[in-house]
């Protein structure tokens, strides 16, 4: 449906009334802009890339494009923002659970392969932060999409209580690993293709850590910051910074050495879980570690050259009940599940 203005100021202000913006303000999205988007990757306006059944929604290749130029994104990113929708419409994410809960998770973006490089994502320093066009583009578009095309409105269908910003981009490619296997390897993704991880994922928890020089104090600090977040029973993020990464390197532990002894140092007990108000069948004697298995420890290196600041991602905190949410990897511009 087209909607006319007479100047891009007004468009502007428009997108503010119709409820399209997540607060800032956003591209104007022309039919010129959105039809180039739809040209350049083959699609037309109302082919169907979605569905979300508990909305009674149908996304179409237009909503995508409308939503990454509103983010202010370019052509070139498209197919980013397609896989990325793809993994929050799949079961294992369940899209319209952190959507609506109090708990305020946001879609974190893993991004993998060499599309990391062609678009420039910023693997470096202020990775989480501002100052890189794809990073904040992709993962905004996301969350606009969530908004626009799911219905996923603060105050109507978002319900949570504070959220974080991450609910208006929250994206995070894999940096240098110094020879360690990228994430995106150990999860099985072809070398030489590339993907998205999408995550329901609370704000970064910060591990600052300048004392450690041997891994056994880095791991205390780990350990310290995710004991925390408490048990979800889904997976987590240790986001681990260039200077961390030399300690444990540098000592020669493996990211596989990694997981374990954070797997063996982060047991909860029953009455701890409880007074969460959650896992009321959990006696005192109970233990859990705060993830199932060692395999939901996922290792993402990245970060500024200077300063001992990794960080914890917890998952959303519904992800341990029954609707639960998982992280969930597609390819870009390739079928790595088929």
């Not at 490619?173 to 990228?182: A, K």
């Not at 910060?206 to 997976?235: C, K, Q």
Request: charge should be negative; glycine fraction near 12%; include cysteine.
């Amino acid at each position: 449906m087209a909607h006319c203005v007479e100047s891009e100021i007004e468009a502007i202000e428009y997108a503010y009334k119709q409820g399209w913006t997540d607060g800032l303000p956003v591209v104007p999205p022309t039919q010129d802009r959105v039809d180039e988007i739809l040209r350049r990757w083959g699609y037309d306006a109302g082919d169907e890339v979605g569905r979300v059944p508990e909305r009674h929604r149908v996304i179409t290749a237009e909503m995508v494009a409308a939503n990454l130029v509103m983010a202010g994104g370019t052509p070139d990113m498209f197919q980013v923002a397609l896989a990325s929708l793809e993994a929050i419409l799949d079961d294992r994410y369940n899209v319209v659970g952190p959507s609506a809960s109090t708990g305020g998770a946001a879609p974190l973006i893993m991004v993998h392969g060499p599309v990391i490089e062609t678009l420039d994502f910023n693997t470096e320093t202020a990775i989480l932060g501002a100052g890189n066009r794809a990073n904040l583009t992709v993962g905004r578009a996301l969350n606009l999409i969530i908004q626009n095309a799911v219905g996923s409105i603060p105050g109507a269908l978002d319900q949570a209580t504070i959220a974080h910003a991450g609910r208006i981009a929250y994206c995070l490619p894999e940096g240098e690993t110094g020879g360690w296997p990228s994430q995106g390897i150990e999860i099985g993704i072809p070398e030489g293709v590339s993907a998205v991880s999408v995550f329901a994922a609370e704000a970064p928890h910060s591990v600052a850590d300048h004392a450690h020089n041997e891994p056994d104090g880095l791991i205390e600090s780990f350990a310290r910051i995710i004991l925390a977040t408490h048990y979800t029973g889904a997976a987590i993020v240790v986001l681990i910074c260039p200077e961390h990464r030399a300690v444990f390197q540098r000592a020669g532990w493996t990211k596989n050495e990694i997981r374990h002894a954070l797997f063996e140092t982060t047991r909860i007990s029953g009455h701890e879980i409880r007074c969460t108000g959650r896992h009321d069948y959990l006696t005192s004697e109970d233990t859990l570690s705060i993830v199932p298995a060692r395999d939901d420890i996922w290792i993402i290196c990245g970060g500024g050259a200077a300063g001992g600041h990794s960080a914890i991602i917890p998952p959303w905190l519904g992800s341990g009940r029954g609707e639960g949410s998982r992280p969930v990897t597609k390819g870009v511009g390739a079928c790595i599940d088929c």
